[in-house]
């Protein structure tokens, strides 16, 4: 049996998924997951290591009729796992017996981030009756060759990792991390959100070299980042998509971090960095 899969549709929310995604493989020979249409080839590539899971387009322009369409085609002959704001329009029908028993014990607590103003990614795991536990244990991204590639540029660099700025254009105070960093030669400063070495007065060599090197950063795809956060010294970001890579890199143990700062988008006023 097949089965598909909704639940919200941001980029972060796509990340929040992968564990249930890989965790109902057990169960079905394909998971058919919906995804926003613009952002289909960047969640693509979340899964490129199998083809059992299969990413969906729907109309982003027509959220909740496109979803509808796509599920209520498919509702006889699949199972489907529906979360979050979709329920209030669609049913899940789970057919098989998941067995989420899990040796380990998870929050969502960490920094500013805390099980009452993040409780919404448990929420969606409860939705289709699955536990948190999910989420980290099965979580999992393919590590592609331009994400090497990406990290063999900086790899001889003390690495900052930041993402700056969330999509309601909330922005960190990184004023200290700046004064502390930007002129260090040991260190870079990556962020995906900017290239924190443009417009630097400065005539020094290993300023250009950066500026260059950290191009190749700004607005990448999402997966093209994760060797580099995996071994970065030190990690800042604000509530946003990166979460999602971030939260269950830490909570297993699989970063290399010193520092590891996520900040809430309400807070970054008042957190300086």
């Given amino acids: 049996m097949n089965a598909y ?3 919200h549709n941001g980029m972060g929310d796509n990340l929040y998924s992968i564990g249930a995604l890989r965790f109902l493989l057990n169960y079905y020979e394909k998971i058919y997951f919906l995804c926003r ?5 960047n969640v693509k590539l979340f899964f490129c290591d199998t083809q059992r899971i299969v990413c969906i387009p729907f109309d982003g322009n027509n959220e909740f009729g496109s979803c509808r369409e796509i599920i209520n085609k498919n509702y006889e002959n699949n199972d489907i796992f529906i979360c979050g704001y979709h329920k209030s329009y669609l049913k899940s029908k789970i057919t098989s017996i998941l067995d989420r028993e899990s040796k380990n014990t998870y929050t969502i607590d960490f920094d500013t981030i805390t099980s009452q103003n993040y ?3 448990e929420g969606f795991y409860k939705d289709i009756n ?3 536990s999910i989420f980290f244990d099965y979580w999992f991204l393919p590590t592609l060759e331009e994400s090497k590639q990406l990290y063999d540029e900086v790899k001889n660099y003390d690495i900052v990792f930041l993402q700056t700025e969330s999509s309601n254009k909330k922005k960190l105070n990184i004023k200290k991390l700046l004064n502390k960093y930007l002129h260090d030669e040991k260190t870079i400063l990556i962020s995906n959100d900017e290239n924190l070495y443009n417009n630097v ?4 060599e290993h300023i250009k070299m950066k500026q260059q090197l950290c ?3 700004v607005r ?4 093209y980042y994760l060797d580099t ?3 970065a010294k030190e990690i800042y970001i604000i509530d946003s998509c990166f979460v999602g890579i971030v939260l269950p890199l830490k909570k297993t143990n699989k970063l290399k971090a010193e520092i590891v700062r996520i900040i809430l988008r309400q807070q970054c006023d008042i957190v300086e960095l």
């Fill in 5 to 7: 899969f909704l639940s």
């Fill in 37 to 41: 249409d613009k952002l289909l080839e």
């Fill in 119 to 121: 409780d919404f990614i």
């Fill in 130 to 132: 699955l536990d948190l």
């Fill in 201 to 204: 007065e400065s005539g020094e």
């Fill in 215 to 217: 191009s190749h950063f």
């Fill in 220 to 223: 990448n795809k999402v997966v």
């Fill in 229 to 231: 956060i995996i071994n």
